[in-house]
């Protein structure tokens, strides 16, 4: 029996971290020192990646015309559920990774594998179940969304993907933080077995980034720290928070994402970080994955800010997480376009 517990005191975030955070960089980050390449795989996982990337772009294209329409997406999904595409883009993505990790001859790939098999597919695939077990009736357009965010996160992690379609990600197009409400808050999340309600809170309305590729850079942070929320809260709800910082002239967004945790989890956070809990964003331990998650959104972060030293940016102020009464709370920043 999930615990019943009050929501955080989110007048409090503000707080968090510094309204002054310097930046290093010119240009906007796109994640380009974490970017791979197909032959930085090996020869299996190349198969694999362009089979689950195939899969998913033909369901994209059919569900774009048609994924407000609770019928005709419902229908689609029907029948990819039932061709021999679904149980196949499960077992693909079960194995993908393991021939790269196995090999010694091909370049260190495990935040790229990580993200590639986690991001948004994590939530999409326990949807996509519940569906095909018809205890998700109405689909409504949150599949569409895992599958464009993921094709995305794929393209950014692998740019010889899909050339094409990587050249467009790469042009510049404004972002709003709208486009992160719309999704976030339409339905709830599966990123675990159980559902999970996200409960949004944004107080900026302005452009976010300027591209699709620095879209999917920065979803990369948010879905490692949502899919890990989500895993964790104790009562089946994440709250995410989108702050402008400062508040009157903003130079940055403040992400804040928090979810309720058990007694049993608290001491264990507790015990494992007596000084400061965001030692737990530098990476390696886990309560059950393997603890890249976080170290990718920090370093993500700082990257944004053109910082390379994990102490440098800890210290800053420009991520951090924190034991908040009954929630584990993190967050990080994000610069804005005119910053």
């Given at each position: ?205 302005g452009t976010l980034c300027e591209s699709c590729l620095e879209f999917s850079t920065l979803d990369r ?107 584990f709370v993190t967050w990080f920043h994000w610069p804005l376009e005119n910053h």
């Amino acid at each position: 029996m999930p615990l019943s517990l009050e929501a955080p005191a989110q007048e409090e975030w503000r707080a968090l971290g510094p309204s002054h955070l310097p930046s290093q960089r010119v240009t906007r980050y796109q994640g380009e020192n974490e970017r791979r390449f197909l032959r930085d795989f090996a020869s299996e996982d190349r198969r694999l990646l362009s089979a689950i990337y195939q899969t998913l772009i033909s369901l994209y294209s059919e569900l774009k015309p048609f994924y407000h329409d609770q019928g005709r997406s419902g229908e689609i999904l029907q029948r990819f559920i039932a061709s021999e595409k679904y149980p196949g883009l499960s077992n693909q993505m079960r194995y993908f990774g393991h021939a790269t990790q196995a090999s010694s001859s091909v370049p260190d790939c495990a935040r790229a594998i990580h993200d590639l098999r986690g991001g948004a597919f994590q939530a999409l695939s326990l949807r996509l179940e519940l569906f095909s077990s018809s205890l998700e009736t109405s689909p409504g357009a949150q599949i569409f969304f895992l599958v464009r965010d993921h094709l995305k996160i794929m393209r950014n992690c692998v740019a010889d993907l899909d050339a094409e379609r990587f050249a467009k990600d790469s042009a510049r197009k404004a972002h709003a933080a709208s486009l992160l409400v719309e999704k976030w808050s339409m339905a709830e999340f599966n990123a675990v077995a159980r559902p999970v309600k996200v409960s949004v809170n944004c107080l900026y309305e302005g452009t976010l980034c300027e591209s699709c590729l620095e879209f999917s850079t920065l979803d990369r942070v948010l879905y490692n720290l949502m899919n890990n929320a989500a895993e964790h809260t104790s009562d089946g709800k994440v709250y995410l928070s989108l702050l402008p910082i400062p508040e009157d002239k903003p130079e940055h967004v403040r992400f804040v994402i928090a979810n309720a945790i058990s007694p049993l989890h608290r001491n264990v956070l507790a015990t494992a970080f007596p000084g400061d809990l965001t030692d737990l964003l530098r990476g390696g331990f886990t309560t059950g994955g393997h603890g890249l998650g976080t170290r990718i959104s920090a370093d993500f972060c700082a990257h944004a800010y053109g910082v390379e030293d994990f102490e440098e940016a800890r210290n800053t102020g420009y991520f951090g997480a924190k034991l908040d009464r009954n929630f584990f709370v993190t967050w990080f920043h994000w610069p804005l376009e005119n910053h």
